[in-house]
Structure formats: C-alpha cells, structure tokens
C-alpha cells in the first residue's frame, strides 16, 4: 500500500525499489524553505532521474555554439527535495548510492569566463564522449588518448541551515558539486 506524503502535494512516482523523482522535478539552489518533492521513511530507495550539468542545454549533438550561448541560470540543476520522516536539522543523514545508469554520452567544455584558466582559454570548446554503457571501457579522447569512466553522483546534499537560495557549485559541509 502507498503510504501518502509527508507534505499535502507532494508527488509520489512509486517503481519497484521505492519512489522515483523525475528530471522535471529539479531546482536551482539549496534553499530549506523549498517544498520537498518527495516524502520517504528511511530506509526506502528512490530512484532520481536527473539532468545533466548543464541542465540539458549541452547534448550529445551540441556544437560549440551551445556552450557559447549557455545560461548560467540553468547550470547544476538538482532534483529534489525529498524529505526524510523523523530527520531533523543537525541530523547526519547517510545516502548508499546503489547504482548508476549511464547514458553513453557526456561532454566536457571549456566555458568562457568561467574556471580557473579563464584567462588564459577564453574561446568556447567542446567535446562529446561516447561510450559503452554495459563495459564503461575507457573512452577515447583524440588520437590515442583514453580517459578511465568513473561515474559518480555529480551533486548532491542538504539544504543549508542558513535562510534563502545559496548556490550549489561549491562544495560544503552539506555537500554540493562533488566533481
């Protein structure tokens, strides 16, 4: 039986090991005043179907145009918030991350004005990776070049005590942008 949610409207998709939260159910910022999206007693799985970094401005058919013309506004999209019965502020609270399921593409640019070579890179570039999503074996970048594939949760974490929207692009001590 579905136990109903631990906040009036929040959406409960249930699959067969939980809930589900779908990329349409994502936000900018860590924010404790956001309403969550999802209510879970612990112990329970969900299944979070995110986008990507750029908050699917880049695809696997993109050009350098597109990372010319990203918004900034849309970068590090994170789905959520689920709300975790009986977690409290100052709760540690721990997350297995069971598995990933890889799309067999990702990309890695170099976004003007942005980073810490800025300066030194200010023209836009990009390349799209394409892999094997059964093998993960080392993808090709160039001529000879191989990069390992290491999937990882990209962000990830809690809404900071403090009141109103703070970006998600550092890491802190409630998590935030892992890579």
């Given at each position: 039986s579905k136990r109903p949610p631990a906040f009036p409207g929040v959406a409960m998709t249930e699959h067969k090991s939980g809930h589900t939260l779908h990329r349409t159910q994502s936000h900018l910022g860590w924010n404790n005043a956001f309403p969550p999206r999802l209510g879970v007693a612990p112990g329970e799985t969900v299944e979070f179907r995110t986008l990507d970094a750029?908050?699917?401005?880049?695809?696997?058919?993109?050009?350098?145009?597109?990372?010319?013309?990203?918004?900034?506004?849309?970068?590090?999209?994170?789905?959520?918030?689920?709300?975790?019965?009986?977690?409290?502020?100052?709760?540690?609270?721990?997350v297995t991350l069971l598995s990933f399921a890889p799309s067999g593409w990702g990309w890695t640019g170099n976004i003007p004005g942005f980073g810490l070579l800025a300066d030194q890179f200010p023209e836009p570039a990009l390349h799209i990776w394409k892999y094997d999503v059964v093998s993960l074996a080392p993808a090709m970048y160039g001529p000879g070049g191989r990069v390992p594939l290491k999937p990882f949760c990209g962000t990830i974490g809690l809404a900071p005590a403090e009141p109103g929207v703070h970006s998600i692009v550092p890491p802190r001590r409630v998590g935030g942008n892992m890579d």
């Open positions: 750029s908050g699917g401005q880049i695809s696997a058919k993109s050009t350098i145009a597109d990372v010319a013309a990203l918004d900034f506004g849309r970068v590090n999209p994170v789905t959520g918030p689920v709300y975790i019965d009986g977690a409290e502020p100052g709760d540690a609270v721990k």
